[in-house]
C-alpha cells in the first residue's frame, strides 16, 4: 500500500452514507481503550456523524483507497465546535478570522488504515487551509484517543471536559488550541 494509492478529495454529500459507516467503524475501533461501550454507542447516537455544513463549505475531506473510505476529518469556519447534524450543542454563525480561531473538526480513521499518516495528511490539508481562510489560530474538541494525535501536531490544551449526553452517559473531552505564526 504507497501513499500515493490514497486520494484526498473534499467529502461531497453523495458520500454521507459512507462517512457514517466509517465514523462508527472508527468510534467503535479506536475508543475501546478511552471510553465503555455504553460512551462509545452514545457519542455514535448524539454526536459522531457528518456535519452537512462542512460538506457544503468544501472544508470536509475524505481519503479513499479505491473507493474505500480510509480516513476523513475538516476544518470550519462556522461557530460549532464539534458534532454532527445532530448534535445540540450547535451554534449558528460564521466566525471572524481576525478575531477567532478556526475550528478543526471530526477527525476519524478507520482501525485498519492507523498510523499510516492518513490523519498526517489530513491535517496538513486542514491547516493550509485555515492559514489561506486569514486563520491565525485554530481550536478543536480532542476526544481521549485523539490527544496524543494533536498533540503531536501543536495543540496544547490539558482541560478534561465532561459532556453530558441526552441519555445521561457522561463522556470526556479535552478543549485544545493552536496558534500559527503570521509570517
Not at 501513499?3 to 454529500?13: C, E, N, Y
Not at 448534535?87 to 478543526?104: E, F, H, M, Q, V
Not at 489530513?122 to 498533540?151: D, H, N, W
Request: charge should be positive; include cysteine; proline fraction near 4%.
Amino acid at each position: 500500500m504507497s501513499r500515493d494509492s490514497f486520494v484526498l478529495r473534499p467529502a461531497q454529500l453523495n458520500d454521507i452514507r459512507k462517512l457514517n459507516s466509517l465514523i462508527q467503524v472508527s468510534a467503535r475501533g479506536l475508543n475501546q481503550n478511552h471510553y465503555t461501550h455504553a460512551q462509545v454507542d452514545s457519542l455514535i447516537r448524539y454526536v459522531f456523524g457528518v456535519d452537512t455544513e462542512l460538506i457544503a463549505d468544501q472544508t470536509y475531506y475524505v481519503i479513499e483507497e479505491n473507493g474505500k473510505f480510509s480516513a476523513c476529518g475538516g476544518w470550519s469556519q462556522r461557530k460549532t465546535l464539534f458534532g454532527s447534524d445532530k448534535c445540540a450543542s450547535r451554534k449558528n454563525g460564521y466566525l471572524d478570522p481576525k478575531t477567532d480561531p478556526a475550528k478543526i473538526r471530526a477527525f476519524f480513521v478507520h482501525p485498519d488504515f492507523g498510523r499510516k499518516g492518513l490523519g498526517n495528511r489530513l491535517m496538513i490539508q486542514c491547516e493550509e487551509a485555515v492559514k489561506k481562510a486569514g486563520f491565525c489560530e485554530t481550536e478543536l474538541m480532542s476526544t481521549l484517543p485523539g490527544l496524543a494525535f494533536y498533540r503531536a501536531h501543536g495543540y496544547v490544551g490539558d482541560q478534561f471536559v465532561d459532556y453530558p449526553l441526552p441519555d445521561g452517559v457522561i463522556v470526556q473531552f479535552v478543549k485544545m488550541g493552536k496558534s500559527f505564526s503570521k509570517n
